[in-house]
């Protein structure tokens, strides 16, 4: 595990996103990069594509936003590379690529003002691409039913600005879990509208303040554990069958919750995206929560698991904003670092 | 501006040419009314426009792009110099708080700051070294690999000559190192050798016998008067004498005339001569076989004294079949002697002693002892000597080869007026003077000296940028290469540059570091670093590496960070936490709770909470309570349910909120009841509600 090997392409705009494009054939590999240009205020959404000799990431199809991405999401839907995007002004994008060579075949979208009246929201795509759910701080959670030509939309609810929502992940075709403010969690379930299912709130430390959830993620096997990660280099598991007690992995909170003592602490910075790292194949037994990749502000890309110690990827002199495992090839990574630059880890 | 400046209120008086005027993109309807201007972050002015409709704020600008480095370059570059410059920081403050002492300079403090100065070196374009082709094209003289940057180049000037203490004794070999790297930089203003070599190779091509042509002996002897062994060793390989073809296409006009003036004579003969009128017979003695075999003649060439080429020719010997073969060969004598000399020469050029550390693939022998330099330097000299003296020069013919190689040997030697003609710039004379004139030399003192005879010899009309630097350097004037630094290069250099000049001298430390009135109590390393900074926060993206600068001024600096800070708009939540992550690290408490306090109501309520603005909250509470008062139906009740949540965390019971919370645990309660209708649950109904009323009181 210890060895890997890391490429840095320097992009000359900031990466806002970056994710893998689900693999159409074992030999082409495609990279998604969300970009922002500071001096000409202008957005795009690139494919590029990776060749192994020499190593290198070139830039192949180009899609102009009209505003900032704030979040993005890759599937497959119908044999065909799926990419979401949500953007700063609110707006939601559906871009299909062609299946052969990764190109931009269609685009439909929803306009800015339908979904969201604030910046910054999240989206999810549910496995397949039926369905995508978006959340934003103004606190309104919709959902997108995906076709080829055209979008439908439905609210699930609005909490009118009360309480704002960050982060969204899909567990099953009907619940997905949403994070936000104060390190709370929240399950739904379209089965059962007008709110959500099951609330939590993390306050297991009396000392000190809390934080935002910035991204949360459910292994497909376990879908009553929500795994979220946030302020304060926090990391934690919330078990739907145990629902005030959450596990902490890692942050400065860890130690002083019951039964979470001794954790080790990676970074005590904002953990902006966490991951169930689906290279390492845990042996442990069922109870305990399956290794995860975090990334945060200080610059950590490491893995995490419950009860050892982290294992440390990548320590970068700035932050790493976003990452993503690789479906088809685990042991490959993407991510984005603030300083223009998208680096490739491979790890043995 | 009113035009009457002068004594009228303007603090600054307006000197020299009028002011540029930009004009200024703002898509509102004229007129407009009013105009507010303030300082953004950085350079960039805030501008706020009203017309009678509408307002619009734009922000401008105030920065020069670098005619060289684009804008993202220069982002590069400055990310990349981050982490060398803060461990530099990190271990001079360590270094001192061992010594107890200010001042961190001991013996090796300047391994720490050249480790610094590679590491910065190499963001400005690394030297990597090109795909070697599969086939060498022989006629490729000048390999260009990168484009070379001013940067780089002043960067490693200074490098050279302040930190570099290991390469003190062989300065003169690096400066033509750098020359060699950095000459056609130079092009751009001047006329320069690299300049002349990359014509001439356009040309090559088209050049059938290149040693006729006059321009390439003389490129020959400017290459090597500075220097440039492989070059010019490459560049004799192309003469005609190495090409027997080549050499009987030169050959074929005067062994024509020959054979049609005397074509009887060079008849080939098909049978038997005619009979005589007289026959000779000549009588065998009894016992002697007739011999029947060509008259010979050998012809003896002398060996140069150091031709060591085994191809050179040291004896040769060939029979005369016929009259055509006869001449041919004669040529071809006479052009193995030609090829011997430029061979000799080609060899001495390789050979030439230097007194460099290591050999990088490149001609010429190294010598790291100073010793063993100068006795091979002189013993290279006395063959050059014995060359040029040997008699083989009157032998060959070809009267341009002759008097191009002599020029060689004439700038080997270190003829002055030689090195003169051959060079073109007075940085190239000046590195010749270090090559053939005074190889052993020499104290900085007298470097100077010698580059002011240098610039007298080849005065010029324009400078370029790194001309200055240069001369600033050599008359270690610490405040010029500082405003050369400055005016050519910008603050990025000055501030990174700063460390490496006061590397190896207390006195420039002391100079430098210095607190200075005019400064306003500042010193002009902190000076530096804060103009630096100022140009780091103009940009969106570089704004957050200003910080680690900031901190490292002592007096101005954190005023100048809360300021900054201030000054970030704030649109995306993202920013704003990386916003307060700066604040931690640098324990700004104060600052990252103002920026806190923004958004929705109920993010509003959670920045409060971590600004600790417990007045606020309260105030909120009561809102809160009194709209609660009013009536909430069950189905509102939802949405105030998380906002609850949030706010009446135990740990931090916010006035009112605290019955908010317990109302809403009694609510809860009362819907258990509605729908279980167990005792139990309608007990913890009435505690709630208990609890409720007690709060209220």
């Known amino acids: ?348 | 501006m009113p035009s009457d400046t002068v004594g009228n209120g303007a603090l600054v008086p307006l000197t020299g040419d009028l002011p540029t005027v930009y004009p200024l993109h703002h898509g509102l309807a004229s007129p407009i009314c009013s105009l507010s201007i303030s300082w953004s972050r950085g350079n960039t002015l805030h501008l706020s426009l009203f017309s009678a409709t509408a307002a619009k704020v734009v922000e401008v600008k105030l920065t020069s792009e670098d005619p060289e480095i684009p804008d993202v370059h220069w982002r590069r570059i400055a990310y990349g110099s981050v982490a060398p410059f803060a461990l530099l920081q990190s271990r001079r403050s360590s270094i001192s708080a061992l010594l107890k002492t200010p001042s961190p300079y001991h013996s090796d403090w300047w391994e720490n700051v050249l480790q610094y100065s590679k590491e910065i070196g190499s963001l400005l374009g690394g030297s990597k070294l090109p795909p070697s082709p599969i086939i060498d094209d022989s006629k490729t003289i000048v390999k260009r690999d990168e484009e070379p940057t001013s940067l780089k180049a002043a960067w490693e000037l200074i490098e050279i000559f302040y930190v570099d203490k290991q390469s003190q004794s062989w300065l003169p070999e690096r400066l033509v190192d750098w020359l060699a790297d950095y000459d056609s930089l130079l092009t751009s203003t001047h006329e320069t050798i690299h300049g002349k070599l990359v014509d001439f190779q356009k040309e090559l091509v088209n050049i059938q016998v290149i040693e006729d042509d006059p321009r390439y002996w003389e490129l020959l002897s400017s290459a090597l008067s500075v220097g440039w062994l492989d070059i010019v060793v490459k560049m004799l390989r192309l003469h005609g004498s190495y090409q027997l073809d080549q050499l009987s296409n030169r050959e074929e006009s005067e062994l024509g005339v020959v054979l049609q003036t005397h074509h009887l004579v060079f008849q080939e003969r098909e049978k038997l001569p005619p009979p005589r009128d007289m026959e000779h017979h000549i009588v065998l003695k009894e016992g002697v076989d007739p011999i029947n075999s060509w008259c010979q003649e050998s012809v003896t060439a002398e060996r140069g004294a150091t031709v060591e080429r085994s191809t050179a020719v040291s004896s040769v010997s060939f029979s005369l079949v016929n009259g055509r073969d006869c001449i041919a060969r004669i040529a071809a004598l006479a052009g193995v002697l030609e090829n011997g000399l430029v061979e000799t020469v080609a060899t001495l050029i390789s050979k030439m002693p230097r007194f460099h550390p290591e050999s990088v693939g490149k001609l010429g022998e190294c010598y790291k002892s100073k010793p063993d330099f100068i006795k091979s330097w002189e013993k290279w000299r006395s063959q050059i000597t014995k060359l040029d003296c040997s008699p083989f020069w009157i032998q060959c013919d070809n009267q341009q080869t002759v008097e191009g190689l002599r020029n060689l040997l004439q700038i080997m030697l270190g003829n002055t007026d030689s090195l003169c003609m051959a060079t073109c710039y007075w940085i190239e004379l000046y590195i010749s003077h270090f090559l053939y004139i005074r190889p052993f030399t020499m104290g900085i003192e007298s470097m100077c000296s010698l580059a002011q005879k240098c610039i007298q010899l080849k005065p010029q009309s324009n400078t370029h940028r790194l001309e200055g630097l240069m001369v600033g350097i050599l008359e270690e004037n610490t405040e010029v290469v500082l405003a050369e630094c400055s005016r050519e290069f910008g603050p990025w250099l000055v501030a990174h540059a700063i460390e490496l000049l006061t590397a190896g001298s207390e006195q420039a430390e002391v100079l430098l570091h210095e607190q200075r009135y005019n400064l306003g109590g500042i010193s002009i390393v902190e000076l530096h670093r804060l103009v630096y900074a100022q140009i780091l926060s103009s940009h969106a993206l570089t704004w957050q590496i200003a910080p680690i600068y900031l901190t490292s001024c002592v007096k101005q600096g954190m005023g100048l960070l809360e300021n900054l800070l201030y000054r970030q708009s704030i649109q995306h939540n993202n920013v704003l936490l990386k916003n307060i992550e700066i604040c931690r690290l640098y324990e700004l408490d104060h600052i990252s709770s103002n920026i806190m306090k923004h958004g929705h109501k109920g993010a509003g309520v959670f920045w409060l909470q971590q600004a600790q603005d417990s007045s606020c909250l309260d105030r909120i509470a009561q809102q809160l309570f009194d709209s609660v008062g009013k009536s909430i139906s069950d189905e509102s009740f939802k949405q105030w349910e998380g906002m609850i949540e949030l706010l009446g965390s135990e740990s931090k019971p916010a006035g009112g909120l605290e019955f908010l919370h317990k109302y809403r645990d009694f609510k809860k309660s009362l819907q258990k009841v509605s729908v279980g209708k167990s005792t139990e649950i309608a007990r913890q109904a009435v505690g709630s509600l208990m609890l409720v009323l007690l709060t209220l009181l």
């Open chain 1, 1 to 348: 595990m210890a060895a890997t090997a890391m490429h840095k392409f320097p992009q000359d705009q900031y990466v806002d996103a970056v994710r893998w494009l689900p693999q159409l054939s074992p030999l082409d590999r495609f990279a998604v990069l969300a970009l922002f240009d500071f001096d000409s205020d202008a957005s795009s959404i690139q494919i590029h594509s990776l060749t192994p000799n020499p190593f290198s990431l070139q830039p192949q199809f180009s899609w102009s936003s009209p505003s900032r991405i704030s979040s993005l999401k890759t599937s497959l839907f119908l044999q065909k590379p799926l990419i979401v995007a949500s953007t700063a002004a609110g707006s939601l994008h559906l871009l299909f690529a062609d299946s052969s060579d990764a190109s931009f075949d269609s685009e439909v979208s929803l306009p800015e003002g339908t979904l969201h009246s604030v910046p910054a929201s999240s989206v999810d795509l549910m496995d397949g691409g039926v369905e995508c759910v978006t959340v934003g701080e103004d606190g309104k959670i919709n959902l997108v039913g995906v076709g080829e030509s055209n979008l439908s939309c439905r609210r699930l609810f609005d909490s009118g600005g009360l309480v704002s929502y960050t982060a969204a992940r899909w567990a099953s075709s009907v619940e997905f879990a949403t994070g936000g403010y104060g390190f709370s969690l929240q399950w739904w379930d379209q089965r059962k509208p007008g709110g959500p299912v099951s609330n939590f709130k993390g306050n297991w430390d009396k000392k000190l303040s809390s934080g935002i959830v910035h991204s949360i993620d459910i292994h497909p096997s376990r879908k009553h554990t929500c795994l979220a990660g946030g302020s304060l280099g926090t990391v934690f598991a919330w078990d739907l069958r145990w629902q005030q007690q959450p596990i902490i992995l890692s942050g400065a909170g860890a130690g002083t919750g019951s039964g979470n003592t001794m954790i080790q602490s990676i970074c005590d910075s904002e953990v902006w995206e966490v991951q169930y790292d689906r290279c390492i194949k845990s042996n442990t037994s069922s109870t305990r929560i399956l290794p995860s990749m975090i990334c945060s502000e200080d610059g950590i890309l490491a893995v995490i698991e419950q009860g050892e110690e982290p294992v440390e990827l990548l320590a970068e002199a700035c932050a790493i904003n976003s990452f993503d495992i690789d479906r088809h090839n685990p042991s490959d990574v993407i991510c984005s670092l603030e300083w223009e630059a998208v680096a490739i880890l491979t790890r043995q």
